[in-house]
């Protein structure tokens, strides 16, 4: 089975630019995840959609970031204008439900705002 | 709202050494808990996952026990090895939301 892809692996912006994550989850999963993990600390939830809309994206900062999921397949995250304290690694995850089992994680992005 | 904490933050060992790392989190009304490791570059991979109902799990070299009541879990680690350097994750789901809510992580060394 492949696993969750996300592109790209890395990415270098300068603050105030825009930047678009892509992640292409498990084939049958429902349920998809975007965490934010900044250096030294756990990765935390910002969106989380079941098919394609949207169950919790509560600690999401819409006024820069907004994330979409269309036909309930492929998601993208965007950040727009990126500040310095965006800098973290997106990691996408998919799961077949919105259940705790069977978390399967993407290599995640890095991203550096300068 | 669920905190989830871990100590230490970091390790180092030699090879060879039994290792205890400790998660504790405030919220006891979790449906489950687990454990991931995470290599440089890399995503999350699920090690354990034990359920509210339970006390422990074992793989391998690995075991986790729960304690509920007191918020609180570790994962012991036999005969370490150095192919066991990583950073561990634990994260509890449940409670207040359903949501996998994430530890802030110990970063392991085990020295050859």
């Known amino acids: 089975e492949a696993g969750v892809a996300q592109s790209p692996r890395y990415k270098i912006i300068e603050k105030r630019q825009s930047v678009a994550f892509w992640c292409n989850p498990i084939?049958?999963?429902?349920?998809l995840y975007w965490y934010q993990q900044i250096l030294g600390q756990g990765p935390k939830l910002l969106i989380q959609?079941?098919?394609?809309?949207?169950?919790?994206d509560s600690q999401l900062p819409k006024d820069r970031f907004s994330a979409e999921r269309l036909k309930g397949v492929d998601s993208t995250l965007k950040i727009q204008p990126a500040k310095l304290e965006d800098s973290a690694v997106y990691l996408c995850?998919?799961?077949?439900?919105?259940?705790?089992?069977?978390?399967?994680f993407g290599s995640g992005t890095r991203l550096t705002v300068v | 709202k669920q905190e989830v904490t871990q100590i230490p933050a970091a390790l180092s060992v030699p090879e060879g050494e039994n290792l205890v790392l400790n998660c504790s989190f405030t919220d006891s009304a979790i449906y489950n808990l687990q454990w991931f490791r995470q290599d440089p570059g890399k995503g999350l991979t699920s090690l354990l996952l034990?359920?509210?109902?339970?006390r422990e799990q074992t793989s391998g070299r690995l075991n986790a026990s729960l304690d509920k009541s007191s918020g609180r879990s570790t994962l012991y680690i036999a005969a370490s090895q150095p192919g066991d350097s990583a950073t561990y994750l634990c994260?509890?789901?449940?409670?207040?939301?359903?949501?996998?809510?994430f530890g802030t992580g110990t970063l392991l060394a085990v020295q050859p």
């Open positions: 084939s049958g999963h429902a349920t």
């Open positions: 994260a509890v789901y449940g409670g207040a939301t359903n949501k996998l809510i």
């Open positions: 959609f079941q098919n394609n809309g949207v169950v919790d």
């Open positions: 034990i359920q509210s109902s339970q």
């Open positions: 995850a998919s799961s077949l439900d919105l259940s705790a089992y069977g978390y399967t």
